[in-house]
């Protein structure tokens, strides 16, 4: 059996309020939640929207530039690879916590830990466990152990492994509720509230010192659960809501008829598989 992918484009639709769009006053943005999530958490609940907020509240280590194709410091300053299996890492030592705690080798460690282990209720965890150990040097230095050569490490360290609090992980009653209990990082936006029916208000982190060109150009965010689709047309219509996204052409299209109204389509990747059972290994005759 032959398994192909094709990625190919499809169209969403983002439709802005815009007499209220960023309250100005309030420096707010209200955008509705389709699917609403009660955890904040990559590794619990990687969900399309939730990583909308989770992305920008938990930091990495590095991350991966797309335009210059290039990996660049986050977390860490810097890193070596000391063999085709251990990386070494120096971590920053002016980063802070959302709650005030300095970050360091421990929360990384700890959060490494969490996410490998067998009990854990971590989606996808094949993502994760190519990592054998984390082995703490000091503070800001540590290595990374693979369980075997794996030359996508650093991808995968800059694009899936979220650094949490270290030391409100370890005392959670169960740490399988991060997300939902103590969604603390590093990020430019801090959780300040995280309900099922109120939804999740994310505020600008002060203290966020990363990246010089990465800032928090609006106050707060305020994602509001709104899965139906008729009250959103009317909450943005009667300025209850700033934004709403991936909505079926057709309502963009009649929404984008209002003068208060401004809709945007955003080409986003889709991908396919096909499997082609020539030699029916299945046994089922239709394939």
């Given at each position: 059996m032959r398994l192909l992918k094709s990625a190919l484009l499809a169209t969403a639709a983002i439709v802005c309020a815009a007499p209220a769009f960023a309250q100005k006053s309030q420096d707010t943005i209200r955008v509705a939640i389709n699917n609403p999530f009660v955890a904040l958490s990559s590794y619990n609940l990687p969900l399309d929207e939730a990583s909308v907020f989770y992305s920008e509240v938990y930091e990495r280590l590095v991350y991966y530039d797309e335009h210059t194709q290039k990996y660049a410091p986050a977390l860490a300053k810097a890193w070596k690879r000391i063999d085709n299996m251990t990386l070494e890492f120096?971590?920053?030592?002016?980063?802070?916590?959302?709650?005030?705690?300095?970050?360091?080798?421990?929360?990384v460690k700890a959060t490494i830990d969490y996410i490998t282990d067998p009990k854990a209720?971590?989606?996808?965890?094949?993502?994760?466990?190519?990592?054998?150990?984390?082995e703490i040097l000091s503070p800001t230095k540590f290595r990374i152990h693979s369980t075997e050569p794996t030359a996508t490490d650093l991808a995968l360290l800059s694009y899936r492994f979220h650094i949490w609090n270290g030391e409100l992980l370890n005392k959670a009653e169960d740490?399988?509720?991060?997300?939902?209990?103590?969604?603390?990082?590093?990020g430019i936006y801090k959780v300040t509230t995280l309900d099922k029916n109120k939804?999740?208000?994310?505020?600008?982190y002060d203290g966020f010192n990363i990246s010089p060109n990465k800032k928090?150009?609006?106050?707060?965010?305020?994602?509001?659960p709104m899965p139906?689709?008729?009250?959103?047309?009317?909450?943005?219509?009667?300025?209850?809501?700033?934004?709403?996204?991936?909505?079926?052409p057709d309502s963009a299209k009649e929404l984008g008829t209002n003068p208060n109204l401004k809709?945007?389509?955003?080409?986003?990747?889709n991908l396919f598989y096909i499997a082609l059972d020539s030699q029916n290994l299945s046994g089922n005759k239709a394939l």
């Open positions: 120096e971590l920053r030592d002016d980063i802070k916590f959302h709650n005030g705690k300095v970050l360091d080798s421990s929360d209720k971590v989606q996808y965890a094949p993502r994760y466990t190519w990592v054998k150990s984390v740490k399988d509720d991060y997300g939902r209990v103590n969604p603390v990082g590093t939804g999740i208000v994310a505020e600008r928090a150009q609006i106050k707060r965010v305020h994602g509001i139906d689709r008729q009250t959103q047309a009317a909450q943005l219509m009667t300025g209850g809501l700033d934004l709403a996204r991936n909505l079926s809709v945007t389509y955003v080409d986003t990747g």
